[in-house]
């Protein structure tokens, strides 16, 4: 494995920023390779771990991600310029609840605030491509989705709640084919029906 991507790891752990666990970064490398994926837009880019993961998968690659942490966003941009992906990699400091962007894309990739998962897929829907597919990240959360009625702590009870409803949002909505797959801390994986 690269050993620039290791050091990006390495400096996650410590500094305790949430990157997206290897096993759903290598699923979804291998989604891109097999669609022949070339733009993806990403909400929550953390570090640009993953970002940069997707882009180094081809050079045809194009990647949009949003993060609205500013520290983390002066480290995505230092990381990106690193791996000399400037070009290929467009960052965006904001809350993506407040962007609009023009761009259609085959991929979007949620991993950002997962009380925001429903918001982020109902707004950021008309920026998928038809066949399109829509990932989102921890979706059992450390396996509390489906057990939130055991959680004594009101906040991580809300927080859980809020994530067992976007699942049933998925599984109802009718525009898509949703599947839920234990990889890392679980991902659903949505395609636009035609
Ligand atoms: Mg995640």
Known sequence: MNKELKELEKYALEKNIPIMQKETVTYIKKLIKTYNIENILEIGTAIGYSAISFALVNENIKITSVE??????????????????????????NNALEISLNKKYDLIVIDAAKAKNTDLFQKFQTNLKKGGVIITDNIEFHGLVGKSKTIPGRNLRNLVRKIENYVDYLKYNKNYKTVFLSIGDGISVSKKRD
Do not use: G, H, P, Y
């Open 68 to 93: 609205k942490d500013q520290a983390r966003f002066i480290q995505a941009v230092k990381n990106v310029k690193k791996f000399k992906l400037s070009d290929r990699i467009e960052l965006v400091f």
